[in-house]
């Protein structure tokens, strides 16, 4: 079955860095979402990259899909405090109605 | 703009008693999602249903029944709830190979 490994779990920067955020799958991805928790709440839909290759941004965060499609990065440019929560990387399960997740990047960003 | 709704919020029970998580969404998607989410564990799927009056389980069905009752509406009953069941239930909707879009959860605590 197909797994999906974040990387790193947690990671606690100061205000203005920049991080990335590893997802990484045992399988070829087909769809790969980034979706933001804060915590004690939902999950928030950012992106989706289809294509190998393909990179999306919004704002300062911006998602790379590798050209072989097994791993996707999560960057954000010039962190602030309102980037802190969770943050998973989902995917297509194959030839099902059925989606994977990672288990998250927890991400706190001092001021 | 109201989405994935899902009530009550917060819950508390006692060992042996019952109770239905509700869950409704407005964006007219074929597809609804209960997922737990417990901590070091990521989101695991309890059942779906690909569309209006079918229903499948997930990874980790036991102690759960849902219903289907229309496009709008699917809902999860726990018939004896037992500590292992204390967790964090989201909903979620979505169309096949799209994002999904997820309720605010409902944090349930088992006594």
């Known amino acids: 079955s197909q797994e999906l490994e974040q990387s790193p779990q947690s990671l606690i920067v100061q205000e203005g860095k920049n991080l990335t955020i590893n997802c990484t799958s045992s399988?070829?991805?087909?769809?790969l979402y980034w979706y933001k928790q804060k915590y004690g709440e939902g999950l928030i839909f950012l992106m989706m990259l289809q294509k190998g290759g393909e990179e999306k941004s919004h704002e300062k965060i911006t998602a790379k899909l590798d050209e072989k499609k097994q791993q996707s990065s999560l960057h954000i440019t010039a962190s602030q405090p309102s980037h802190a929560g969770i943050y998973l990387c989902g995917a297509d399960n194959p030839g099902t109605y059925k989606y994977i997740f990672g288990t998250g990047t927890r991400l706190k960003v001092l001021a | 703009n109201a989405g994935v709704t899902q009530t009550p919020k917060f819950q508390v029970l006692k060992t042996g008693q019952s109770m239905t998580l509700q869950c409704a969404q407005d964006?007219?998607?074929?597809?609804m999602y209960w997922y737990r989410q417990d901590p070091g564990m990521g989101l695991r799927l309890i059942y779906y249903?690909?569309?209006?009056?079918?229903?499948d389980k997930g990874e980790v069905p036991n102690g759960y029944n849902v219903s289907r009752l229309n496009k709008r509406e699917f809902s999860l009953r726990l018939e004896s709830a037992a500590p292992s069941q204390t967790s964090v239930y989201f909903c979620?909707?979505?169309?096949?190979?799209?994002?999904?879009?997820f309720g605010d959860g409902t944090r349930l605590s088992i006594l």
């Open positions: 249903s690909a569309s209006e009056g079918t229903t």
């Open positions: 399988k070829t991805l087909y769809g």
């Open positions: 964006m007219n998607h074929n597809s």
């Open positions: 979620a909707s979505s169309e096949v190979h799209q994002p999904q879009h």
